[in-house]
């Protein structure tokens, strides 16, 4: 595992979230109304739609496909609906943000 | 000697403080001095703290008086009236009062009080300012209210506050200008703080809060206030009411040791032992004092030891603030700051405008804020007081004293308790026993029923809870309040009544919604967010701001998300009329942007699929350059206006049924709605653009246009329902704009005119669109007002950069740096 420089959290709007495109697929990065910083793989397990395009609340999001909620916390799908998508590290330092990337999932990519 | 020889005791000064002080003397040792008072103002002694309700005309002066001259001459004191003293002589142990008076003393007490604190601000002594300190004050206020002008008061604390509040109820025109960002902000949290603005505008009174005072304006009388940032605030009359110092002059020319204020020990005495101070002169272990309990109790400590008791000795005690002003309760006690040691619990009733906040340390009171209902204050007060742990009652001890020990008090019971005459709805002045005997008489069974019947919660609506509280009351198990559907999880409130809230309590932000109506969660969801952001759009044009992060993905990012996650782009076809140069500038960026999919819509427009997200700034650049703006075919908005080709080719065609598309579609694109709108004009009855199961359709006919609406063919299939028949366009148009901004006024969100009319019905559509001029014209200028702030083509701004970051990526991660 590899911590990669990926900008800053004020690029991030408030209740919104950012993409990054990375060898292991799109990686959403979150900023919630109380500034806190998640990253999800941008993959519905639903039917695969981009969770960076929901609406964020709480420390959710809503997929903008089909509305499954989703928590950014833990991946796993809200309310009645089962299952998960992978959850990565974030770290900040001062305003840098910093992504855990699987450097072995990358060289085999 | 039988009896002692009377000692000479000298006041200066004839407040509240003295005055109590004499009470208690008279009491412990009566006959013990000769007194002879000395009272700068020309009366007697009177209650200061109520000279706000003789502004507001609630009091006469005279029912303000604490000691009437009977009082002075029954207890054989010799009172100075308009004697200032202006020298003591502590050898000589006399006072000199500015009429020449020279009265010796054995014992002096000084009670000077305070002094208004005048702003160095120049024009600070031009004709028209005034302090709020005493009835001079106060007579010269009323009389500058006569004018029923513009009066300006400075400072919003206690003093300001009131005086405000009198001059507003004296009919002038009153502005607040506070130097801090919330009104009482030594005394009240900032959340009370902002309740208490709103409560003080609501009467009417404008608040200007963090006002720089920069200089007072005027020849020879005042003309108005001018602030840091140059905004000029027109008065005839300027209150300064920005504070009190403790007035020591006296004092401290006299060699008494002062600091704040005349320096007394915990009996009261000052430096020297036979001259005591009391009052709001007086500072005792470091603190100086303005409210009337701490003053009080210094009024006795001082008798006491007149009298000869030398163990009696000033205790501080935190005094609770109230604001008199009618109808605002108001309580705080304390320290309310935050701190790692102490904890809070907080209440808020938002409908009925309280918030109570204990702050806890050790499981003890420290501090109180209550507004709003300020009942259980005392009782607070009182804990706080005796230092009472509170651990056993926490859970409950916000609710007040009624809900301790024992069975918390149910909320239907305590309607039940509540008297006929009880008064429910403020706004509408409706009983309990009236809204009974409705429900009763006219078998009542729906909160809309009562409201219309009895009034009651049809204004302002923050009384629901108590209405439909009465209709279990009274109806039992045959009222079922939960009939009302909640917009969502995260609120018990309909559609319907956040929109009659957001207009009646003037919210005009989200947060400002959800604070007001007491959402559950902190920041809503993705069911309430757009629902909200929608009525805020629609109700204040030009005022809210839309909020981006509340908005479905489709209108933020002005596209059409597809499955894969890639976009379609509608450009807008006036009326379905296009050409060879925008046909050729379509088939470019197809080319340019090797987009998979092109496709005819079914509002006769074209539709490109399959486009990434990054691209879509790109395509619009190029669409623009050929003149396309924005389809909104993503859009809770206007989608299209479908035509015919009318007079202009059809041998059948009655009117220019293109034309007034087209003429419909430039006037109201870019305006948001509750759902999409679809439109059509079809040039005679044959019916060609398939008006009859549009949102909105026009049938052209030879005497005019039949306007129709309330169709659908989607999920639900439904002919049109007729509106009425107009003669010209122009009548066509108001007409239909009319209609819509009742729908976009009216309607929940995502829901469709067609679900609306079938609640609203179509007789009361009519009478306010067709019907009723005046109402129509309203509509139609609400409309056309909004259009200002709506009618800007999205795809430019984003284009010319906005939100650019919606269509980049944060950062790409590459190979390379994931391997290395």
């Known amino acids: 595992m590899k911590w990669v420089e990926i900008g800053s959290a004020s690029d991030i709007p408030q209740r919104g979230a950012r993409c990054i495109e990375t060898p292991e697929g799109k990686i959403a990065v979150f900023r919630t109304a109380d500034n806190r910083i998640f990253a999800i793989e941008d993959h519905c397990p639903h039917r695969g739609g981009p969770l960076s395009q929901g609406i964020v609340h709480g420390a959710a999001v809503t997929c903008p496909l089909h509305n499954w909620v989703i928590s950014l916390e833990t991946g796993k799908a809200l309310g009645a609906d089962e299952g998960a998508v992978r959850t990565l590290e974030v770290k900040a330092e001062g305003d840098k943000l910093f992504l855990a990337i699987k450097a072995a999932a990358s060289r085999a990519a | 000697m039988g009896q002692l020889m009377k000692q000479r005791l000298v006041i200066v000064g004839n407040g509240m403080a003295p005055g109590r002080m004499l009470e208690h003397l008279l009491d412990a040792a009566p006959g013990r001095y000769d007194v002879t008072i000395f009272n700068a103002e020309p009366r007697v002694n009177y209650d200061r703290i109520m000279l706000s309700p003789v502004l507001t005309g609630e009091k006469e002066f005279e029912q303000i008086i604490i000691h009437g001259d009977g009082w002075y001459i029954k207890n054989g004191i010799t009172l100075y009236k308009g004697h200032k003293i ?175 204020g005349i320096l007394a020990g915990k009996g009261m005495q000052t430096s020297d032992p036979d001259i005591l101070a009391v009052g709001e002169c007086a500072e005792v272990a470091g603190q100086v004092y303005g409210l009337v309990a701490p003053l009080y109790e210094m009024a006795r400590v001082a008798a006491a030891k007149l009298a000869g008791d030398d163990n009696a000795e000033f205790v501080h005690s935190d005094t609770p603030t109230k604001l008199k002003v009618t109808g605002i309760d108001l309580f705080s006690l304390g320290d309310f700051a935050d701190g790692d040691d102490r904890q809070e619990i907080v209440l808020r009733d938002a409908s009925a405008g309280v918030y109570k906040r204990l702050v806890l340390k050790d499981d003890r009171i420290i501090g109180t804020v209550l507004f709003g209902d300020t009942a259980d204050g005392a009782w607070f007060n009182d804990l706080k007081k005796k230092q009472t742990d509170i651990s056993e009652m926490r859970e409950t001890l916000i609710f007040g004293q009624a809900y ?173 009329v296009t050409s060879a140069k925008e046909l050729r500038a379509i088939a470019d960026v197809v080319d340019k942007f090797n987009i998979p999919t092109v496709k005819v819509t079914g509002g006769q427009r074209i539709d490109m699929l399959g486009i990434k997200k990054e691209d879509l700034p790109a395509v619009w650049a190029d669409l623009g350059k050929a003149g396309f703006v924005s389809g909104h075919a993503y859009a809770k908005g206007l989608r299209t206006v479908k035509t015919c080709v009318g007079t202009d080719w059809c041998r059948f065609g009655t009117q220019d049924s293109t034309g007034l598309g087209i003429r419909i579609e430039k006037f109201m694109w870019g305006s948001w709605t509750p759902a999409k709108v679809k439109m059509a004009v079809s040039g005679c009855p044959r019916n060609c653009a398939e008006a009859t199961c549009k949102d909105v359709g026009v049938i052209c006919v030879d005497s005019g246009f039949e306007i129709h609406f309330a169709g659908a063919a989607g999920l639900d299939i439904k002919g049109t329902e007729v509106l009425g028949l107009v003669k010209t366009e122009d009548e066509a148009l108001e007409v239909i704009v009319a209609l819509v901004q009742m729908y976009r006024e009216q309607a929940r969100y995502l829901e469709r005119i067609y679900k609306w009319t079938k609640r609203i019905g179509i007789p009361e559509i009519r009478r306010q669109v067709l019907d009723d001029a005046e109402k129509r014209k309203g509509y139609f200028d609400r409309f056309v007002y909004s259009q200002k702030f709506a009618q800007v083509d999205p795809w430019s701004e984003r284009v010319s950069g906005l939100h650019k970051h919606e269509f980049r990526p944060l950062a790409t991660v590459g190979m390379a740096e994931a391997a290395e």
């Open chain 2, 86 to 260: 202006t020298a003591i002589d502590r050898v000589a142990k006399t006072v000199t009062s500015d009429h020449g008076v020279v009265e010796p003393y054995d014992k002096l007490v000084i009670a000077t009080g305070s002094v208004p604190l005048i702003l160095p601000v120049p024009g600070n002594n031009l004709a028209g300012v005034l302090s709020f300190r005493d009835l001079d004050d106060v007579n010269a206020m009323m009389l500058a209210a006569q004018s029923r002008s513009k009066a300006v008061v400075i400072g919003g604390g206690l003093l300001g506050l009131e005086a405000a509040a009198g001059l507003k109820m004296q009919e002038m025109d009153v502005t607040v200008l506070h130097l801090m960002p919330t009104l009482m902000e030594r005394q009240l949290d900032p959340a009370a703080g902002y309740l208490l603005q709103k409560s003080i505008e609501d009467r009417g009174i404008k608040v200007i809060t963090k006002a720089v005072t920069k200089a007072i304006l005027g020849e020879r009388k005042v003309e108005g206030v001018e602030l840091a940032d140059g905004r000029i605030i027109p008065a005839t009359l300027v209150v300064m009411a920005a504070g009190i110092r403790p007035n020591i002059g006296l004092a401290k020319d006299a060699g008494l040791d002062v600091n704040r």
């Open chain 2, 404 to 576: 301790q020990g024992g069975t918390p008090l149910d909320p239907t019971a305590a309607v039940a308790a509540l008297p006929d005459d009880a008064e429910i709805c403020g706004c509408n002045g409706v009983c309990k026993g009236k809204i009974v005997g409705e429900i009763r008489a006219k078998g009542l069974t729906s909160l809309d029923d009562v409201r219309a019947h009895t009034k009651a919660s049809a204004s302002c609506g923050s009384c629901t809870g108590l209405v439909e509280q009465l209709m279990t009351l009274t109806l039992g198990d045959a009222y079922n309040p939960a009939a009302v559907q909640p917009m969502c999880g995260c609120t018990s409130l309909g559609h319907d009544d956040v929109r009659r809230l957001i207009k009646a309590k003037s919210l005009k932000s989200i947060n400002a919604v959800m604070q007001e109506l007491e959402w559950k969660t902190s920041c809503g969801c993705a069911k309430c967010r757009p629902a909200l952001n929608y009525y805020l759009v629609c109700d204040w044009p030009g005022e809210y701001a839309d909020d981006y992060q509340s908005r479905f993905i489709n209108e933020r990012a002005h596209a059409n998300i597809q499955k894969d996650g890639t976009y379609s782009v509608v450009p807008r076809m006036w009326g379905g």
